[in-house]
C-alpha cells in the first residue's frame, strides 16, 4: 500500500484510455459482474466505489486496461470510506491466469477524487497512472503520478499542487503535456504553465501569469481552437455572475494568450457564465458570447433574451461568428438561429414568467416568425384546440411529464414585403434548430 499527504514534487498527466464504465444492471456483461464482483472483495472495510469528478472517461469508477503493454489487463477501481470522509484511494487488480488478484492499493487523505487519466508520460510505451485529489493547499487540489514497477507494485513517480489541471499536446509533436493552472485564492495570483515528463522527472516548460483577482474558473478546457492548433480555453468567474474567457496556444516554445483577454474589455465579458465547446461538430472549439439581440436597447436586464453568438479563433488572430443561438435554461432547450436572421431579426419574451419567446423581423415588429412556446401538459388539449380554430401552424418540439414545448407559427407571410418573407422559417429548419441541453 502507498500512503500519501500533500507535498510538492513533480507532476504528469494523460492522453488517452480505454475506460472501463460504471458497472450498472442489467446492461452489463457476465464478465463485467464477476470483475465488480472481485472489486468489491478487495476494497477496503466499510469502502464504496466512487466516480472521479474530472477526466476523459466520464462517469466512471471501475477502469480495466493493459497498463504495461504485456497483454496483461489491470483493474483500477475508485473508493471513498464511509466511515472517513477525509479517506479516498484506488486498487490496482492484476490478472492471472483468468483470475483477479490485488497488485497494490493507494490510500490518500482527501476530500474527494477530483480527477483521474491513463497516460503514457514518457514514451515508455507503460501508461502512468495520473490522479488528483482534492483538498490541498488555499483551494489547490494535489496531483500525484503513479506507475507499475516490474515486480507489477505501485511506485510514486511525482506530486504537485494545483487547482485545475489537463493532459494535452499543444505543439503537435504527440508528446503529452500537462497543463497547471495554479490560482492562489487568497494572494489573489494564477499561474498557467506546461509541463514535460522526460528523463525520469517533470520540468516546466512555460508559464504564464494569470488575473489571480477573480471567483473562480468555471472552465478550463483543451481542444483544437483552428484547424491545425490545439489550445486551451479558460472561462473565469468575476462578479456576481459574470466571466471572461482566455484563449492559450503554444507559440515559439512560450503560452499565449491570443485574446489578451481581460475582465474591464467588453468584448470578452459576459454578463453571465458561459462555457466554451464545439456547438456546431466541426471539431473545433467555440467560444460563446452573449448580446442583446438588434432593436432591445429599450429593454432593461432582466427581461432581455440575450443571443449567444459562437465564435472561432483564426490563425490571424480575428474571431469569426458561426452560429448564434437562444437558450432557455428552464426549460433545458437551445434554438440555433437560421443565419439570415442575423441582424434581422429581433427576440421577445411572452407569456407568464418569460418561459416562451417570440422571433419578430427588426424592421417590422408587427409579424411574428415564430413564437417558441412552453405549455402546461394540462393545458395541451385546450391550447391545442384554439390553434387549430385560428387556423394556426404548430410543430410539437419536445414533449415532457409537465411541459410540452411548441413552435407556432402566428400567421401567414404572404401579404408582407419580399424582405419580410425571406425570413420564413419552416418547420423542418425549426426542427433542426432545436436542441435538447442535458445537464
Excluded at 496531483?143 to 515486480?151: F, G, T
Aim: proline share 4%; hydrophobic share 35%; glycine share 8%.
Amino acid at each position: 500500500m502507498i500512503m500519501t499527504g500533500a507535498m510538492l514534487l513533480l507532476g504528469g498527466c494523460s492522453l488517452s484510455s480505454t475506460p472501463f464504465q460504471l458497472l450498472q444492471a442489467p446492461a452489463q456483461s457476465q464478465q463485467q459482474s464477476n470483475i465488480r464482483q472481485e472489486v468489491l472483495q478487495h476494497l477496503p472495510p466499510h469502502s464504496k466505489l466512487v466516480i472521479p469528478d474530472n477526466g476523459p472517461y466520464g462517469a466512471t469508477a471501475i477502469f480495466i486496461k493493459d497498463m504495461m503493454g504485456d497483454g496483461q489487463r489491470q483493474v483500477i477501481a475508485f473508493y471513498a470510506n464511509e466511515a472517513d470522509e477525509f479517506e479516498h484511494g484506488y486498487i490496482v487488480l492484476g490478472e492471472n491466469n483468468g483470475e483477479w488478484e490485488e497488485l497494490d492499493q493507494v490510500n490518500v487523505p482527501s476530500r474527494g477524487v477530483d480527477f483521474f487519466q491513463l497516460a503514457d508520460l514518457n514514451g515508455d510505451g507503460r501508461n502512468e497512472i495520473i490522479t488528483g485529489w482534492k483538498g490541498g493547499i488555499r483551494g489547490r487540489n494535489e496531483l500525484q503520478i503513479h506507475s507499475l514497477n516490474e515486480q507489477k507494485k505501485l511506485e510514486l513517480d511525482g506530486d504537485m499542487l494545483y487547482t485545475k489541471m489537463l493532459v494535452t499536446d499543444l505543439d503537435g509533436d504527440n508528446w503529452p503535456e500537462l497543463f497547471n493552472l495554479s490560482w492562489d485564492s487568497e494572494k489573489m495570483v494564477a499561474e498557467a504553465a506546461l509541463y514535460e515528463y522526460r528523463d525520469g522527472q517533470l520540468s516546466k516548460q512555460t508559464a504564464l501569469d494569470l488575473d489571480g483577482a477573480i471567483n473562480g474558473y468555471a472552465q478550463v478546457v483543451t481542444g483544437r481552437v483552428s484547424e491545425q492548433r490545439q489550445g486551451i480555453v479558460i472561462v473565469a468567474d468575476i462578479g456576481a455572475h459574470s466571466s471572461y474567457t482566455s484563449m492559450l496556444i503554444k507559440e515559439q516554445g512560450q503560452l499565449k494568450d491570443v485574446l489578451n483577454a481581460d475582465p474591464l474589455d467588453p468584448e470578452f465579458y459576459n454578463a453571465q457564465t458561459t462555457l466554451s465547446e464545439d456547438v456546431n461538430g466541426d471539431g473545433i472549439l467555440e467560444i460563446d458570447r452573449m448580446k442583446e439581440p438588434p432593436g432591445t436597447e429599450d429593454l432593461p436586464y432582466a427581461e432581455m433574451p440575450f443571443i449567444h453568438e459562437w465564435l472561432q479563433w483564426s490563425e490571424g488572430g480575428k474571431l469569426q461568428p458561426v452560429m448564434n443561438s437562444f437558450y432557455n435554461f428552464e426549460s433545458s432547450y437551445r434554438f440555433d438561429l437560421p443565419e439570415r436572421w442575423t441582424s434581422q431579426v429581433t427576440l421577445r419574451y411572452s407569456g407568464d414568467n418569460k418561459e416562451s419567446i417570440t422571433f419578430k423581423p427588426l424592421l417590422n415588429h408587427g409579424v411574428t416568425l415564430l413564437e417558441i412556446k412552453v405549455v402546461s401538459m394540462a393545458d395541451k388539449t385546450r391550447e391545442t384546440e384554439k390553434w387549430k380554430q385560428d387556423g394556426l401552424q404548430f410543430v410539437s418540439l419536445r414533449e415532457g411529464k409537465d411541459k410540452w414545448i411548441v413552435g407556432i407559427f402566428p400567421e401567414s407571410l404572404e401579404q408582407y414585403a419580399a424582405a419580410v418573407k425571406s425570413l420564413a422559417i419552416s418547420e423542418k429548419e425549426l426542427a433542426r434548430g432545436f436542441k435538447d441541453m442535458k445537464f
